[in-house]
């Protein structure tokens, strides 16, 4: 194992400081080239509707390697995506698994492999792979490290589908906001035009939703329209607290 220094990236700063996740995959992925200098290339694999894709790749072999591999549908990178366990590969002449992969690795330069699973088990499963041009390349390297870098990606990936999952309730709530408004002025315009209830509005409302079979949303808006001449308020906004 190395005696240099390294400091592992801060997933947190890293996803405050970038414009996309893409961005942060992607400083893990040169910060892998500098924990394990004997390395020639790295790369992180995700699996987006059953299909693999690099997302970040640094050096001049891992991408070639990584697509080698996605066209057989198999090799070390997908066996640990597919797997969640770490797949290393002392050396690619000495090797007999994924059929003539292997081969084709060492006729491009790359004698060994190491790769790690990200997001184990997971809808977004990936695995950060690295290649050396030396047999064994590995044997010495900072695996802890790489482990920790991989972790640092299983992090990045997780807290970006937080936010995501964060962003689509924001936008469903404010959906149910302006669907709310809408229904509310339009029963409004009932109540007045039929001297009744709210709740007697209400369900008349949706006794014309069913019986046109649509939306009772679109049924107000309709009838907001045609007694206004124009849309219907949604309701303002919302915005986040300062």
């Keep these: 194992?190395?005696?240099?220094?390294?400091?592992l990236p801060d997933v947190t700063s890293l996803l405050l400081s970038t414009e996309s996740v893409e961005q942060v995959l992607q400083h893990l992925v040169d910060s892998a080239l500098s924990l394990v200098p004997v390395a020639?290339?790295?790369g992180i694999t995700l699996e987006r509707q059953r299909r693999p894709l690099t997302v970040a790749s640094a050096?001049?072999?891992a991408l070639d390697l990584?697509?080698?591999?996605?066209?057989?549908?198999?090799?070390?990178?997908?066996?640990s995506l597919r797997t969640g366990e770490e797949v290393s590969v002392p050396d690619m002449l000495d090797e007999d698994r994924w059929g003539p992969y292997p081969a084709y690795a060492a006729a491009c330069g790359t004698r060994s492999s190491f790769s790690l699973p990200i997001a184990a088990h997971s809808h977004t499963a990936g695995a950060l792979n690295v290649y050396s041009p030396k047999s064994s390349g590995f044997a010495g390297a900072d695996?802890?490290?790489?482990r920790a870098l991989a972790a640092q990606a299983t992090g990045a990936i997780a807290l970006a589908q937080r936010i995501a999952d964060a962003q689509q309730y924001a936008d469903d709530?404010?959906?149910a906001m302006e669907s709310r408004s809408v229904i509310d002025q339009a029963i409004g315009v009932i109540m007045g035009q039929q001297r009744c209830s709210a709740e007697r509005a209400f369900t008349l409302l949706r006794m014309a939703s069913q019986r046109r079979n649509v939306k009772?949303?679109?049924v107000c808006r309709e009838l907001l329209v045609n007694v206004g001449g124009g849309p219907p308020s949604d309701g303002g906004t919302l915005?986040?607290?300062?």
Excluded: W
């Design 59 to 61: 050096g001049p072999s």
């Design 1 to 7: 194992m190395s005696d240099q220094t390294f400091a």
């Design 143 to 146: 695996l802890a490290g790489l």
């Design 40 to 42: 020639s290339g790295a």
């Design 216 to 218: 009772l949303r679109d």
């Design 239 to 242: 915005r986040p607290r300062p």
């Design 66 to 79: 990584d697509e080698a591999q996605y066209g057989q549908d198999d090799g070390p990178c997908l066996q």
């Design 173 to 175: 709530l404010q959906t």
